[in-house]
């Protein structure tokens, strides 16, 4: 496993080999939704960062904190380390090129969407009136094999 930094510096240098920017808010939940496929084709998380419940969606705090100077611009393709420089298996990385072909065009909003649907692990567990509140793993893993199984795993999935 991985820190969710890593992941989504992953993420960001992928999006920069494609000449494409994200905000904050895409890379948090396009970091979120890799987590969520990785148990369905690795049986096993990208990262142990928490996930929380926010009103926007799955948030792992510790990336939000450190992206959250971007506010709702792009993170600008300077700020981001060399594309060559990827720190994660090649596996892994075949894995978040597919989230991103599969996820990335989409804004942040339209993730978050994704994300607020009956019956994600967002929905089970998010309180407007409580902060804090942990998605557990199993839920997201429960949750990204039930999608597969219901054939809305696409083919670009299978590799």
Known sequence: MYDVITVADTILKIAKSQDKKLTPMQLVKLTYIAHGWSFVFYDRG???????????????????????????????????????????????????????????????ISLSRLTHKVGTPWKQVYNPNERRIRIPDHLIAQHYRELASANLCTAKFSF
């Open 46 to 108: 990208l990262f142990s960062n928490r996930i929380e419940a926010w009103q926007y969606g799955p948030v792992a705090p510790d990336l939000y904190h450190v992206t959250k100077n971007y506010g709702r611009s792009a993170i600008p393709l300077g700020d981001i380390g060399d594309v060559e420089d990827i720190e994660v298996s090649p596996e892994d990385h075949a894995l978040l090129v597919e989230v991103f072909n599969a996820y990335g065009h989409l804004d942040g």
